[in-house]
């Protein structure tokens, strides 16, 4: 090398470079039997689309979203538009590629399922960067392996009262110190049923367990203040989404009417989604969800802001990927375990971690950590 006229010696170059030779895209999943429904939705399957991503020295990263409701489009997004635009393309440029594909299909999504493709792509391109380093991703991210608190996420709006408490009481009984359950009861019209069931679920569980209530989306602001108002001396964590995710007025007022936490951040796409909720004070705590908002890329920069306005993060389900990042922001306060999932994440991946007492850790295995059960997938793949 030189500098200058002087030559400067004992330096090599330490760029690495890497070349995508192949995308693969599948999707599996399984019909929900157990009438799971919440304030304003039924949930009929439930799975993932898996994305593989290969370079030519043999490595594959993998990512992945959810394969519910447009699970079939996201597929044809990754293997139609986004893997042609990436092959030969050096994974370690992730950024550069996410911003390519973003500006490339800017006219067609700019949130929904051009993101959860994004995302499950952008999750694949991490992996492999972790496994390209041999470094787990937590690593990479500057974070270190610890135990991250989880809660247990479930009680769904068409359980009987029986079976809500009987589903809370289990989730203690596993070890978890922190559970979330569903409120807005009969389509959210009946908020003295959804106080009983609190109270329920409070007296069964004692005053030690951390007890957090979700009403996806299914009040006005004056409702949810009043239910949260209501609740409040049931020593409530925090309620989630208590009006349609794009009510930013609604929030807004819901936080001046109460002080009961507000979370919500789940349905937001991107840091700007995340912007508009920090900007206008309308979240305590923020959910944004790396398989929809845009992979790692943006989820780090969302997780960064709200760093800044020392804003507290629970990301919304995908444990096993959102674990990497508690060990990097100080205001990251929990994962989440939906129990919906537990099923199918057993088939799909051979060693998807399992909490113990209320924690969640991550292996020693670069990357995410996961390995698929190829088999499994094979024989479920859907087209
Ligand atoms: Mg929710």
């Not at 004056?222 to 609740?231: D, E, I, K, L, Q």
């Not at 936490?261 to 705590?285: F, M, Q, S, W």
């Not at 990357?367 to 698929?372: C, M």
Request: hydrophobic letters at 40%; a neutral charge.
């Amino acid at each position: 090398m030189i500098a200058g006229n002087e030559v400067i010696t004992g330096t090599t170059s330490c760029r690495r470079a890497e070349k995508i030779i192949e995308v693969k895209v599948r999707r599996v999943s399984h019909t929900v039997t157990n009438n799971l429904q919440d304030a304003t939705r039924k949930i009929d399957r439930l799975g993932f689309v898996i994305v593989e991503i290969k370079t030519e020295s043999g490595h594959t990263g993998i990512g992945y979203t959810s394969n519910g409701a447009g699970g079939k489009a996201v597929k044809s997004v990754i293997a139609d538009y986004i893997a042609p635009k990436i092959i030969g393309k050096d994974p370690f440029e992730s950024s550069v590629i996410w911003n390519e594909i973003v500006s490339y299909l800017r006219g067609v999504g700019r949130k929904g399922l051009v993101f959860c493709a994004l995302s499950a792509v952008d999750i694949a391109l991490w992996d492999l960067k972790g496994k390209l380093l041999n470094l787990p991703l937590y690593q990479l991210f500057g974070g270190k392996k610890m135990p991250v608190p989880i809660y247990g996420s479930g009680g769904w709006t068409s359980y009987s009262d029986e079976k809500l408490v009987d589903e809370m009481l289990s989730m203690v009984n596993q070890g978890y110190r922190m559970i979330k359950f569903k409120v807005g009861v009969d389509n959210g019209s009946n908020l003295r049923r959804d106080l009983k069931r609190v109270r329920l679920v409070r007296k069964a569980v004692g005053d030690e367990i951390k007890i957090m209530l979700d009403a996806n989306n299914c009040w006005d602001a004056a409702t949810g203040a009043r239910f949260a108002n209501m609740v409040k001396d049931e020593d409530i964590l925090f309620l989630e989404e208590p009006v349609p995710a794009d009510d930013i007025p609604g929030l807004i007022k819901f936080k001046q009417s109460t002080d009961l936490p507000l979370a919500t951040g789940e349905h937001e796409y991107t840091k700007y989604g995340a912007r508009a909720l920090l900007a206008d004070n309308c979240v305590d705590i923020i959910q944004c969800d790396a398989v929809r908002t845009g992979g790692f890329t943006e989820l780090v920069k969302i997780c960064a802001m709200a760093e800044a306005w020392n804003i507290r993060i629970a990301p919304h389900g995908r444990e096993n990927l959102h674990l990497h990042l508690a060990g990097v922001f100080p205001n990251f306060m929990a994962l989440e375990n939906l129990i919906m999932y537990e099923e199918i994440t057993a088939k799909v991946f051979l060693n998807s971690p399992v909490q113990h007492n209320g924690y969640l850790e991550a292996n020693d295995l670069p990357g995410i950590g996961l390995i698929l059960n190829q088999k499994f997938i094979q024989e479920n793949e859907e087209n």
